[in-house]
Nanobody
Framework: QVQLVESGGGLVEAGASLRLSCAAS????????LGWFRQAPGKEREFVAA????????FYADSVKGRFTLSRDNDKNTVYLQMSSLKPEDTAVYYC????????????????WGQGTQVTVSS
C-alpha cells in the first residue's frame, strides 16, 4: 500500500510561486499514475495535473495549463508540482494521489491519497 505525504504549501501573494512535493513510500513508484487534485472550501475536489504510470506523459487542467508544471525524481520517489503566477482562485487544499490505472483525471480513478497541504493566495 502506498503512503503519500505532501509538503510545500503556504500563504503567498498573487503572482508568486510555490513548489509542492509529494513523497511516496510503501510501493513501487513506477507502478502508479500520480496526480494532484485540489479542493477549495465548499467545492468538489478537482483534477489539477497528473503523470501517466510510465511517467512519460503529463496532463493538466485547463485552469492551470501554462502556469503549473509537474516533475518527478524517481530516485527519491517524489513528485513535484511547480506553481507559478498564482491566483487567488488557486487557493485550496492540494492533494497528491496514486492510481493503479495507467492514467486518470477523475477522483474515483485514484486509490491512495495524501493528507493534503494548504495553499492560500492573497490578492
Amino acid at each position: 500500500q502506498v503512503q503519500l505525504v505532501e509538503s510545500g504549501g503556504g500563504l503567498v501573494e498573487a503572482g508568486a510561486s510555490l513548489r509542492l512535493s509529494c513523497a511516496a513510500s510503501g510501493g513501487t513508484f513506477s507502478d502508479y499514475a500520480l496526480g494532484w487534485f485540489r479542493q477549495a472550501p465548499g467545492k468538489e475536489r478537482e483534477f489539477v495535473a497528473a503523470f501517466t504510470q510510465s511517467g512519460r506523459t503529463t496532463f493538466y487542467a485547463d485552469s492551470v495549463k501554462g502556469r503549473f508544471t509537474l516533475s518527478r525524481d524517481n530516485d527519491k520517489n517524489t513528485v513535484y508540482l511547480q506553481m507559478s503566477s498564482l491566483k487567488p482562485e488557486d487557493t485550496a487544499v492540494y492533494y497528491c494521489a496514486a492510481s493503479r490505472e495507467l492514467y486518470g483525471m477523475g477522483v474515483d480513478e485514484y486509490d491512495y491519497w495524501g493528507q493534503g497541504t494548504q495553499v492560500t493566495v492573497s490578492s
